[in-house]
């Protein structure tokens, strides 16, 4: 019976240390530990164009991260992008005539909205539209008018 | 008599030319054959999962055979797999200055494919392996047809529970052979190269999703679990009863369990991370 004893315990060792693992992969490896999923509150924004903005990317204030995209929708009647953050609950300051931006993070990477506050004594709650947005910055948009900007010089 | 010979003649080329189409139909059969055998051993396994339960000492003596002496080797290669990953992903990477990134791919590819596909071949060498052989040489040994004798089912008393050992061990090893991987990405890129210690971590989780790439690893390695088992113990149930069948049978279930990993991992994946 020692054997089947010594068995049990390795048995039940190796389990134990695959849940660390498992633990492991999901609070420090993956998003389980930092997201907000399930608390939060909404907010919503429309933009002419949400350029290549993604569902999860982070929602930004001062260059910190308070929440996250949670849905981008097309509206058909007024044809724009309707994107809806996740703000975490601590953040329960934000004006209500604050400016969302798509921003991109450097040259190459990742687009995130961005939230700069305005000077409104009232805030934002569950479910409030920020009504002040500006567009991505679409990279073949801005060189094309660079370059009409130019000629136009040119034929001066 | 000259018009006899002729025909002789034809008929020997009418059978030329048909004995290769017949060898293949042959081998096609037997190879159907094989694979009905094969899904009727699996009902058969299944059909006896009840015995599981009455007999959980039979189970966890299967889960200490597949999956705790298979830890030691899934965690060496894992620890290298995550290390040989950081030194690679972090040259790539510094050519574009995106060092920070190599948490990320570390992770990502550790968690999503490298861990499945490599535990289950390394479980198919290891444990696969070993139980054809077994299996195998309980029946050249006529021990699988004294336990019928004795109106024992040897599948259900002796298959059943190495499957379900396989198939509780392999999510259980592909876990910690992604989270040891992870880590000795994380003693090379960040120990070794000097990438940035919070970066590495930050960057991984706001780029790797539980559900989305943890869960789907492990759910990966639960199919692999039962594919390689299930190959093994058929492989081993199915031998020819002599040293050089079982010999060969253990050959072909390491053969086979390697391509059914590698080409399902491609089906999985492709439901799993292809929209």
């Known amino acids: 019976m020692a054997k089947q004893r010594s068995i049990e315990v390795l048995v039940g060792a190796f389990m134990a240390a695959a849940l660390v693992a498992l633990f492991f992969l999901a609070m420090k490896v993956s998003n389980l530990g930092t997201s907000p999923t399930a608390d939060g509150y909404r907010v919503t924004a429309r933009f002419a164009n949400a350029g290549s903005l993604k569902v999860r990317a982070p929602v930004s204030m001062a260059g910190v991260r308070v929440g996250r995209v949670e849905e981008i929708r097309f509206d058909k009647k007024t044809y724009e992008a309707v994107v809806t953050m996740r703000i975490e609950n601590g953040v329960d300051t934000i004006p209500d005539d604050t400016f969302a931006n798509i921003f991109t993070a450097g040259l190459l990477g990742e687009q995130y909205v961005g939230l700069e506050p305005g000077g409104s004594e009232d805030f934002v709650r569950d479910g409030d539209e920020l009504t002040q947005t500006q567009s991505a910055l679409i990279l073949e948009q801005m060189i094309g008018q660079f370059l009409f900007s130019k000629a136009e010089e040119g034929g001066k | ?275």
């Open chain 2, 1 to 275: 008599m000259a018009f006899k010979a002729l025909r002789r003649g034809a008929r020997a080329v009418v059978n030329a030319v048909l004995d290769p189409v017949a060898e293949l139909g042959r081998s096609g059969l037997k190879a159907l054959a094989g694979l009905g055998r094969a899904h009727l051993l699996f009902l058969h396994i299944l059909a006896g999962s009840a015995e599981v339960l009455w007999r959980p000492r039979l189970l966890l003596a299967q889960v200490f055979n597949v999956g705790v002496l298979s830890v030691l080797i899934v965690a060496v290669s894992g620890l290298f797999v995550g290390m040989v990953l950081a030194l690679q992903g972090f040259y790539v990477l510094s050519q574009f200055g995106a060092e920070e990134s190599l948490g990320v791919m570390v992770a990502a590819s550790l968690v999503r494919e490298l861990g499945p596909v490599v535990t289950a071949l390394l479980v198919a060498g290891r444990a696969g392996s070993a139980l054809t052989a077994e299996i195998g040489l309980m029946k050249a040994t006529e021990q699988l047809a004294g336990l019928e004798m004795m109106a024992v089912d040897p599948v259900r008393r002796i298959l059943t529970p190495r499957f379900y050992g396989g198939l509780i061990s392999m999510p259980l090893l592909v876990a910690l052979f992604s989270a040891v991987g992870v880590l000795g990405g994380y003693f090379v890129g960040v120990g070794l190269l000097g990438v940035d210690d919070g970066a590495f971590w930050s960057q991984m989780q706001s780029k790797v999703d539980f559900r989305e790439d943890v869960v789907n690893g492990v759910i990966k390695g639960l199919v692999f679990g039962v594919v390689v088992t299930w190959i093994a113990l058929f492989q081993g149930y199915d031998a020819t009863p002599t040293s050089a069948g079982v010999s060969r049978a253990t050959t072909r279930a390491v053969v086979h369990a390697a391509l059914a990993v590698l080409a399902l991992d491609f089906v999985l994946t492709a439901l799993m991370f292809g929209n």
